[in-house]
C-alpha cells in the first residue's frame, strides 16, 4: 500500500468518523445559541442509538429505527427542557443526570429484552443503512487521484452520511438567515430584550431543545444501525463530550463546528490505522497512545488553548420574566 492509498483510507475512515460527531455538535450548537447549555448530549445519542437498534431490529426497517432514535432523544431533550427552563434548575446537573440514567437504563432494558450481555442483537439487510455506491464509481476507480478520492471517500457512504454534511448549511441558514434562527440567537444573548419585544423565551429555548433533540437523534441511530449493526453497552464512549469540545473549539459557528469534527475524526482514523504498525524512528507505540489522543485533544482545547471562545451570553442562566 503506497502513501497515497493511506491518505485515501485515513480519509474515508476520518469521514466515517466524524458524523456523529458532527450531528451531536450542531444539535449542541442550537441548545447553547439559545442559552441552554446542554451536557447531555451524550445521553441522547447512547438513547437513541439504544432506541434505533432495538425498532429496527423488531421492525426489520432502518427509517423506523431512525424514527424511534429522533423520538427519545427528543423526550430526553424535553426533560432537560423542564428541569432547566420552566423549572429553572441547574443546566449542568440536568445534562448529567440524563447522562446516568441513559448509561444505566440502556444497559439494563438491553439484557432485559434480549439477555445478550446489555447488548441488542445484531441488525442485517433493511434494518441497517447500507452503503450508497453512486454513479460512475466504476468508471472513475482508475482515473488517478480523483478516481480512488470518489470511489473510496465520496460514495460508499450510507444516508446518513450525506445528511450529516447536509445539515451543516441547513443549520447555517437557519440560523443566520429566518427569522428563528435571529431570534435563537437573541435568546442566547439578550432574553430580556426578547421577552419586550413580546416573544415568549420559555417557548423559544422549548424549540430550540426539539431542534437539539432531533439531531442527537441521527447521532444516536448512526452509531447503531448505520456505522455498527447493534446497539452495544456504552457505544457513545465520550463523543458526546469530545462534540462540545468541537463546539466550543469552532465558537458555537457552523461551518467551523464540521471542520472540529472532522480534526477528532481524523485524529481517531489515526490512531486506529496505526495499530500494530511501527512509528519511524520510535518503533511500535502502544495502542492506546493513539486511542487518547481524540481525548487529549478535548482537555487541550478545552483548557483555552485555542484561544478565548466566548459562548452566548445567557448561556446557563435560567431566564426570569421581569414583572
Not at 463530550?241 to 461551518?255: D, G, Q, R, S, T
Request: aromatic fraction near 12%; hydrophobic fraction near 55%.
Amino acid at each position: 500500500m503506497d502513501y497515497f492509498d493511506i491518505f485515501v483510507s485515513i480519509l474515508g475512515s476520518t469521514i466515517r468518523l466524524s458524523i456523529p460527531l458532527i450531528f451531536t455538535a450542531l444539535a449542541g450548537l442550537f441548545s447553547e445559541r439559545a442559552g441552554i447549555f446542554d451536557i447531555g448530549l451524550e445521553g441522547k445519542m447512547l438513547a437513541a442509538a439504544f432506541a434505533a437498534a432495538c425498532l429496527a431490529y423488531v421492525s426489520g426497517n432502518a427509517w423506523i429505527g431512525l424514527l424511534g432514535g429522533i423520538g427519545i432523544s427528543i423526550v430526553f431533550s424535553l426533560i432537560h427542557g423542564f428541569a432547566s427552563i420552566t423549572n429553572r434548575g441547574n443546566q449542568i446537573v440536568s445534562g448529567v443526570a440524563l447522562n446516568f440514567i441513559a448509561a444505566g437504563l440502556t444497559v439494563v432494558l438491553a439484557q432485559a429484552w434480549f439477555n445478550q450481555g446489555g447488548r441488542t442483537p445484531s441488525l442485517a439487510g433493511e434494518a441497517r443503512f447500507l452503503p450508497i455506491i453512486l454513479p460512475g464509481v466504476d468508471v472513475m476507480r482508475d482515473v488517478p487521484i480523483i478516481g480512488p478520492l470518489y470511489a473510496n471517500v465520496i460514495s460508499g457512504n450510507n444516508i446518513l452520511t450525506y445528511l450529516a454534511f447536509a445539515a451543516v448549511p441547513l443549520s447555517w441558514w437557519v440560523l443566520y438567515r429566518t427569522r428563528f434562527g435571529l431570534r435563537l440567537r437573541a435568546v442566547g444573548e439578550n432574553p430580556a430584550a426578547v421577552d419586550t419585544a413580546g416573544i415568549s423565551v420559555i417557548w423559544l429555548r422549548y424549540r430550540a431543545l426539539v431542534v437539539t433533540g432531533f439531531l442527537g437523534g441521527f447521532a444516536g441511530a448512526y452509531l447503531s444501525i448505520a456505522q455498527s449493526a447493534a446497539f452495544i453497552n456504552n457505544m457513545s464512549a465520550g463523543k458526546g463530550y469530545i462534540a462540545l469540545a468541537a463546539l466550543v473549539f469552532a465558537k458555537w459557528k457552523p461551518v467551523p463546528v464540521m471542520f472540529a469534527c472532522l480534526l477528532f475524526g481524523f485524529l481517531d482514523a489515526v490512531g486506529n490505522f496505526m495499530q500494530g504498525k511501527p512509528v519511524p524512528g520510535i518503533g511500535e507505540v502502544p495502542v492506546q497512545a493513539f486511542q487518547v489522543m481524540p481525548y487529549v485533544l478535548t482537555c487541550v482545547l478545552l483548557a483555552g488553548f485555542i484561544g478565548i471562545a466566548h459562548p452566548p451570553k445567557a448561556g446557563g442562566v435560567p431566564y426570569v420574566k421581569e414583572r
